[in-house]
């Protein structure tokens, strides 16, 4: 079993930024695993964000977010962070961390889930 938690969410004025985190415990960080942040913005479908493969290292990013958003990982923490710049209220949503074997772009492929963290962008 794999343990997700989420962290760095809040309220913040659109153009601002934030730091979402996402500690992995209960196995091995395994290099060859997608970590990947998606979204669930108020009354819409989950959406793919972002993710990120160790080996051989890879990342992907939504449309959407391309330029504004950057995922990183620390192997060492077993630690995947999300830093998001020149937010958008379009941007509000529950912010999820997922791992998965086969996952890639998209929202299928991840096995193991975290909570969640809100992040609220105002005008």
């Known amino acids: 079993q794999v343990q997700l938690v989420e962290s760095g969410g809040g309220l913040v004025q659109a153009g601002g930024s934030l730091r979402l985190s996402c500690a992995a415990s209960?196995?091995?960080?395994?290099?060859?695993?997608?970590m990947g942040w998606l979204r669930e913005p108020p009354g819409k479908e989950r959406e793919f964000v972002a993710a990120?493969?160790?080996?051989?290292?890879?990342?992907y990013c939504a449309d959407s977010v391309k330029g504004r958003f950057t995922i990183s990982r620390n192997n060492a923490k077993n630690t995947v962070y999300l830093q998001m710049n020149s937010l958008k209220p379009e941007d509000t949503a529950v912010y999820l961390c997922?791992?998965?074997?086969?996952?890639?772009?998209?929202?299928?492929?991840?096995?193991?889930w975290g909570q969640g963290t809100q992040v609220t962008v105002s005008s």
């Open positions: 997922a791992s998965g074997i086969t996952a890639g772009t998209g929202i299928t492929g991840y096995d193991y």
């Open positions: 209960g196995r091995t960080f395994n290099s060859f695993v997608t």
């Open positions: 990120i493969r160790w080996l051989p290292y890879t990342t």
